[in-house]
């Protein structure tokens, strides 16, 4: 039978990370075990099936690190004004960054600017996808540097996917 797998992404700090990985280590399990028995403790079946799962209708925010911890992500916050003017005028609903550029790993030499684009349902569309490579040669101007963009419904891959998911921050939401 083949084996079937769902990514579920979450976000903890590194200490909590750390305490997991040693208690999997010192029981000889995986962390995927230790977290399955965990929440089958925390909350019977019956209980979960009673809940109604809602998809989140804001956005969340967690004071980031000081912006000189994450030079890719303060680069950003820098231009935001312009980047609010180029995605109004490309028809965007949302921008989000991701990437090393809203982490800690982000180098100026060699990192480039991953972004998420969603686009208004009546945005205009281009031929061979112009939208995204004009507002692409926009930011990456702005940025002054390499800008990577997509739309999230292309990410295939349930990694990157989750990934993406995971750490990305909004920059930019149509009002």
Known sequence: MPRTARVVAFSTTPEMAEEIDCLAAREGRT???????????????????????????????????????????????????????????????????????????????????????????????????????DLREVLSGLLEGPVDLGEMEALRNPHVRATAEAEKVLVYEHA
Do not use: N
Not at 103 to 112: N, Q
């Open 31 to 133: 962390r995927s075990e230790l977290l399955r028995e965990a929440v089958r403790a925390y909350q019977s079946k019956a209980e979960c099936a009673s809940l109604q799962a809602a998809e989140p209708t804001g956005v969340y925010a967690i004071a980031p690190p000081p912006a000189a911890s994450l030079p890719g992500l303060a680069r950003v916050l820098a231009v935001r004004q312009d980047i609010a003017r180029a995605c109004a005028e490309a028809g965007v609903a949302r921008l989000w960054a991701f990437g090393s550029a809203v982490r800690d790993d982000f180098d100026a030499t060699r990192s480039d600017f991953d972004f998420l684009v969603e686009f208004l349902p009546d945005a205009p569309r281009k031929p061979w996808l112009g939208e995204l490579t």
